[in-house]
């Protein structure tokens, strides 16, 4: 600011005695003062020239590059922090007086911070402690702010050797979905295998019972005993229904690949309304919440719907006998994936109950059998989503909340 103040004035000032350099130079040539004259040019030249200096030395300014103020060493820091925070992985690093820091953006939306881990998960720091673990890692079991339920990650730590203060990196790999999909798919072959097995052994039981039940019913009915004949029917019975048993679990390991397609959220969603109120009709009243926009999923829409189905179900079964039954379907797109939420105000589920009720040939409902949330999750599972159990929130309306994310 200073410069450009003293700039000015020198300028102004030789534009005055150029002025003066102009008026003066005509009269004391005409009286003949011819030295005086030559002065005045002189002046005046110098004057002319001082301004030209002047003027090039400010379009010498005008047109020099600022400095950059971020250095280069700068610059590779925030080019290094922009490829951590673009890797899906949670990186973590341990410094030298042992606290854990956030390395990039996946791992500060784990763990909810934006540097330090003030309280580190005592697996986290289990897994650390212990030497037998090598730089390939173990699996843990870490809190998912984004699901609001455990998830499984294999840890690799790598030594820093204490350059820039690092001792350790660490890297957390989600693994959940991974295992879930190898449990869904082990858990089909065994239903195939032990299907297959049992329907072999099973259909000429079937047979031999109603064969045998159709000779006594023709039998001399005096000759005939009756314990004979009620014991036939009554092993037929049982035959039928367990043939019928085991048909039900062969679904399970028959469930084909999905066959993707866009389909509109809001149209899945009102058309799984229509089934659902088919069947329960006003007895078990469903509110229906959409999004604000138009939101398109790549999926199976009938199997989806199947899944919707089950876990609607098993929504209204659960509050049915109770008083203003009520069962709720949400819509929520949150980071850019859609979620599916199924709730209800009914009896609600014991915490410790959440992963085994997902389990085939588990049900703690009376004559149920344990299919229709397993085929449920593995179907979500075959779109390489995600479905599980919700805690309750304190003095919520709703005791049992799903939640699928595609």
Not at 159 to 167: D, K, L, R, T
Not at 298 to 315: S, W
């Amino acid at each position: 600011m200073g410069f450009k103040l003293h700039t000015a004035s020198a300028t102004l000032l030789r534009l005055l005695g150029l002025v003066a350099v102009c008026l003066l130079l005509t009269p004391v040539w005409q009286r003949g003062l011819y030295a005086t004259a030559s002065l005045l040019v002189c002046v005046g030249a110098g004057c002319i020239v001082s301004l030209v200096a002047t003027q090039v030395d400010l379009a010498r300014r005008m047109q020099r590059s600022e400095p950059s103020v971020v250095t280069p060493t700068d610059r590779e820091k925030l080019r290094n922090r922009a490829l951590l925070d673009h890797a899906p992985v949670p990186l973590l690093y341990r410094s030298v007086d042992g606290t854990l820091h956030a390395a990039n953006r996946a791992a500060r939306r784990l763990f909810k911070t934006e540097d330090r881990l003030i309280n580190p998960p005592a697996e986290l720091l289990a897994a650390l402690h212990d030497k037998r673990v090598s730089s390939e890692g173990r699996m843990i079991r870490l809190h998912s702010s984004a699901e609001s339920r455990l998830r499984m990650y294999a840890l690799s730590v790598g030594q820093g050797a204490g350059v820039g203060g690092i001792v350790e990196y660490l890297a957390l790999t989600d693994v959940e979905a991974g295992l879930q999909a190898a449990e869904a798919q082990a858990l089909r072959d065994l239903l195939q295998i032990l299907s297959h097995e049992i329907m072999n052994s099973l259909t000429p039981i079937v047979s031999l019972s109603v064969t045998a039940e159709e000779l006594f019913a023709d039998a001399d009915r005096a000759t005939s005993s009756p314990l004979i004949r009620e014991a036939l029917i009554t092993l037929r019975r049982r035959a039928e229904g367990l043939d019928k048993f085991i048909r039900g679990y062969r679904e399970l390991a028959r469930l084909p690949p999905p066959d993707l397609a866009p389909v509109e959220l809001e149209v899945l969603l009102r058309e799984t309304q229509t089934l659902f109120q088919a069947r329960w009709g006003a007895g078990v009243p469903l509110d229906v919440c959409l999004p604000s926009t138009r939101v398109l999923i790549r999926v199976d829409k009938a199997q989806i719907e199947q899944a919707l189905l089950n876990l609607l179900n098993n929504a209204a079964e659960a509050c049915a006998g109770r008083p203003s039954p009520l069962v709720q379907l949400v819509a929520e797109v949150t980071d850019g994936a859609a979620a599916i939420l199924v709730r209800d105000n009914g009896t609600g589920l014991d915490p410790s109950l959440h992963e085994e009720i997902f389990h085939p040939f588990v049900s703690f409902k009376e004559n149920g059998n344990g299919v229709g949330l397993s085929l449920a999750r593995q179907i979500v599972l075959g779109h390489g989503g995600s479905l599980g159990v919700e805690a309750p929130e304190p003095e919520s309306l709703w005791s049992t909340t799903f939640r699928i994310r595609l």
